[in-house]
């Protein structure tokens, strides 16, 4: 595609649910990032994936997040029993490769209620 | 071990200049901008490898050192369009092993040019 791309661009939840967030990048992109934007807040690395290898994980706040990718393209980010605290943007970012320029989506907003 | 940015905040009149610093506790092998205007997604401005490297953007312009792992964007004559949060984002040394290109932002700058 063109672009990165999201889905849903919205998506409410009753507390306790899991939620599960799509991404797909740019084709022919290997690094692909999540990030979590809450209101008025800077980004916050969650997981990078670079190709095949093994992602980087170090920024998942709790077990409850979890992402997977399938080689280099489509990847998914689910949340276990969502808490209110997850309410957010989730961003999706793809690059060339990594360190390379970033190319964010739009963003999932979601919303715990 | 994200950036630190400085200013969090800053208000200029067209016109006016203004710089937003990033330092890092870690080796770079990179420095990334971004700016993000309200309820849109982030959009890059420049990226700088090299130590002592300057790059230009309109008229915003960045340099880069890397041997005090700290970056600095400089907005020239500001316009009304160039309002938004801006970014630095950090990506590891290519020595650092897995998860070096991990992209770490700072909390970002929030600029506002009023007329």
């Known amino acids: 595609g063109a672009g990165v791309s999201q889905s849903p661009s919205n998506k409410v939840t009753e507390k306790g649910k899991d939620v599960e967030l799509r991404c797909d990048p740019i084709?022919?992109?290997?690094?692909l990032y999540w990030y979590r934007q809450r209101l008025g807040q800077g980004l916050e690395f969650l997981i990078y994936?670079?190709?095949?290898?093994?992602?980087?994980k170090s920024g998942l706040p709790s077990d409850r997040f979890s992402a997977e990718r399938t080689g280099e393209s489509v990847s998914t980010l689910t949340i276990q029993r969502t808490q209110q605290e997850d309410s957010a943007v989730y961003l999706c970012?793809?690059?060339?490769?990594?360190?390379?320029?970033?190319?964010f989506g739009q963003g999932t907003r979601l919303t715990v209620v | 071990q994200q950036p630190v940015q400085s200013p969090q905040a800053v208000i200029l009149r067209e016109g006016e200049d203004a710089v937003i610093n990033c330092s890092s506790s870690?080796?770079?092998?990179?420095v990334h901008w971004y700016r993000q205007k309200h309820g849109e997604a982030p959009v890059f401005l420049m990226i700088?490898?090299?130590?002592?490297e300057q790059k230009g953007h309109e008229k915003i312009s960045a340099s880069f050192n890397e041997k005090k792992q700290q970056s600095s964007l400089y907005l020239t004559a500001s316009q009304l369009s160039y309002s938004g949060t801006y970014f630095c984002?950090?990506?590891?040394?290519?020595?650092?092993?897995?998860?070096?290109?991990?992209?770490?932002f700072g909390k970002g700058t929030k600029l506002s040019v009023i007329p």
């Open positions: 994936f670079q190709g095949n290898s093994a992602p980087d």
């Open positions: 870690k080796a770079l092998y990179s």
């Open positions: 970012a793809s690059s060339l490769r990594g360190g390379n320029e970033a190319f």
């Open positions: 700088l490898l090299k130590g002592g």
């Open positions: 084709s022919g992109h290997t690094a």
């Open positions: 984002g950090q990506a590891g040394s290519i020595y650092s092993g897995a998860g070096s290109y991990q992209l770490t």
